[in-house]
């Protein structure tokens, strides 16, 4: 099978494989990071000893407890605020209906988009599977 044009990561530039791959790590941090607390508690439930030494004999379950009463806040600032952003467009737009249908586009104005002729076009739209070739420009050479 052919590979598709948008799988083609050696036509990036060395800059953007490193801009996205030190994003996907970043990422990948932050999630392993979120799931740390989850990981603890897993651990405690399970007795494992260094856990039960952090959490109950140092008493880390009661930092557990503050930090989720500022998760709560978070949460519920975050909630408020798409709450009013949700009210505040409804308010704004009542009544009115901004969405039309797109107008729609012909045969004839497709094939001149594409330079290909509208009979070859209209067999390509009842075609049950196509497989359209383009050239280095990008143009539409044929389809099979």
Not at 13 to 26: E, H, K, M, N, P
Not at 107 to 123: D, F, G, H, K, W
């Amino acid at each position: 099978m052919r590979d598709f044009i948008i799988d083609k990561p050696q036509w990036q530039t060395a800059r953007q494989r490193a801009v996205f791959g030190s994003v996907t790590v970043l990422f990948w941090a932050i999630w392993i990071y979120l799931w740390l607390p989850v990981l603890a508690v897993i651990g405690w439930l399970l007795g494992i000893h260094i856990t039960y030494r952090e959490m109950v004999m140092k008493l880390g379950y009661v930092e557990l407890v503050d930090d989720l009463g500022l998760y709560a806040l978070i949460i519920f600032c975050l909630g408020g605020s798409l709450l009013v952003w949700a009210y505040y467009n409804y308010f704004r737009f009542r009544g009115v209906e901004r969405r039309k249908e797109r107008p729609r586009v012909t045969l004839e104005e497709t094939s001149a988009r594409y330079q290909i002729a509208p009979e070859e076009l209209r067999r390509w739209t009842h075609a049950p599977r196509l497989v359209i070739y383009h050239g280095a420009d990008g143009r539409v050479i044929r389809a099979d």
